[in-house]
């Protein structure tokens, strides 16, 4: 080799296994993923399925196409968050931000996604004794020991010692210790469940932090009344749980992040284009009138749907987050549809859509669940999981294919 050859060892960037090394701006590369990234949820947008179906097609074929590779190193929040909020889609453009966070980010925020990644890695690679030296507990920037203590920092861990870590606000301690057990297929059991686990209680410490976050922060007048009515604004686990698990559609998600407005809402504004009014009387439809406190509503809806419920909970009475008790099952769905079949009647009022007769009927059917009905939605789930399962191998299949070119179809989808 001689020197007229020194351009192919002088590069202006260093790549190890598809990752840029060294330095901190974005490479070419890593630009091209991102922009890949927003043509992908672009056209995702645009797909005329259900938001849910949306969400787990921008993950499996967007989401991939961003987090590959930065698994030791990530863009900045910011770029992140604008990624995040691409994730969640238009319909939720006027949601808040950190309840979007709560309800959604622990799947679709790359910053949690990869911190989740990164924690596994380190735990799988610390497994083995020769693997140790490489994954110490350092202090040295750019090392990827190094990035998970940052990005544990940010998300609220503290650390009690090397690769122990506890989280004050939801009293939980991490500890990424060396698996023991007698046999090996029994060590990689418990290895997996323990990544489950760490990666739930990650995902848990950026809920929390986004929950504190609103209510510490909002200027909303909402927040600011509930508080002044002794609100309890802890984190509340157990409901939101509930809360994830039932959202079933695009309605559902506006009312828990906070996107959808009321009548009343408009009447501040100078020009009006929107009704002010309530959608069963003349007074001004704000929030609590229309959901809650008008008769009118309650009897316009009574043959349709059956008696309103009642609801005393702030939290639950302002964003239908549910209660989440054992007993609570029945309420919680029941307050739920209830929410959306005032918020279908809003809407159609409001932009005179079309659909809204269709939107009232699936509200008032889907007002208690029946077990053969949870049937059938079981046998639709797993056939929409097969197909995801498909989309995310295949996604994995292209992001290999991307980085080396020697990973071939069949190793992928050929022995199964
Ligand atoms: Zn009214």
């Known amino acids: 080799m001689g020197l007229e050859e020194w351009h192919k060892f002088v590069v202006p960037e260093a790549e190890v296994l598809g990752t840029t090394i060294g330095n901190t701006a974005l490479s070419d590369k890593e630009k091209k993923r991102l922009a890949k990234f ?33 698994v030791f190193r990530h863009p900045t929040k910011a770029i992140m968050d604008k990624a995040a909020m691409q994730m969640m889609g238009q ?27 990164l924690y596994n890695l380190t735990m799988g690679a610390r497994q083995k004794a020769s693997e140790q030296q490489n994954f110490e507990w350092v202090q040295s920037a750019q090392h990827s020991v190094w990035h998970l203590r940052r990005q544990m920092r940010d998300l609220g861990w503290k650390e009690s010692a090397p690769f122990k870590w506890h989280h004050d606000g939801l009293n939980k301690t991490l500890d990424m210790t060396k698996v023991c057990a007698d046999s090996a297929l029994q060590r990689l059991k418990k290895l997996k469940s323990l990544k489950c686990e760490a990666s739930h209680w990650i995902r848990e410490a950026f809920r929390y932090q986004q929950w504190r976050r609103f209510w510490d922060k909002s200027r909303r007048h909402e927040v600011i009344d509930m508080k002044a009515k002794g609100c309890n604004t802890q984190y509340p686990s157990e409901r939101l749980k509930r809360a994830r698990l039932m959202v079933d559609d695009g309605v559902a998600m506006s009312i828990f992040v906070g996107a959808f407005r009321s009548p009343g809402n408009f009447s501040k504004q100078e020009q009006q284009k929107f009704t002010v009014k309530c959608i069963a009387c003349n007074e001004i439809g704000y929030h609590d009138h229309i959901f809650w406190d008008c008769p009118a509503v309650r009897e316009k809806f009574k043959e349709d749907f059956g008696d309103a419920p009642k609801c005393s909970d702030l939290i639950q009475r302002r964003y239908g987050i549910p209660l989440g008790t054992k007993e609570s099952w029945d309420h919680d769905v029941l307050v739920l549809n209830w929410m959306k079949l005032i918020v279908a009647e809003v809407w159609a009022k409001r932009y005179g859509n079309d659909e809204h007769r269709r939107r009232i009927q699936t509200a008032v059917c889907k007002r208690r669940r029946l077990s053969t009905e949870q049937a059938q939605q079981d046998a639709v789930a797993q056939a929409d999981e097969d197909q995801q399962r498909w989309l995310e191998r295949l996604a994995a299949y292209e992001d290999v294919n991307e980085s080396d070119g020697d990973a071939s179809f069949d190793e992928y989808f050929g022995n199964e």
């Not at 992908?40 to 590959?68: D, F, G, T």
């Not at 939720?92 to 709560?102: A, C, E, I, M, Q």
């Open 38 to 70: 927003e043509e992908r949820v672009s056209i995702c947008e645009k797909l005329q399925v259900c938001r849910n179906k949306q969400v787990s097609y921008k993950r499996v074929i967007a989401m991939s196409a961003l987090a590959y590779g930065w």
């Open 91 to 117: 319909i939720l453009r006027r949601g808040n931000k950190h309840f979007k966070f709560v309800m959604e980010g622990g799947a679709l925020h790359p910053w949690v996604v990869t911190t989740c990644r």
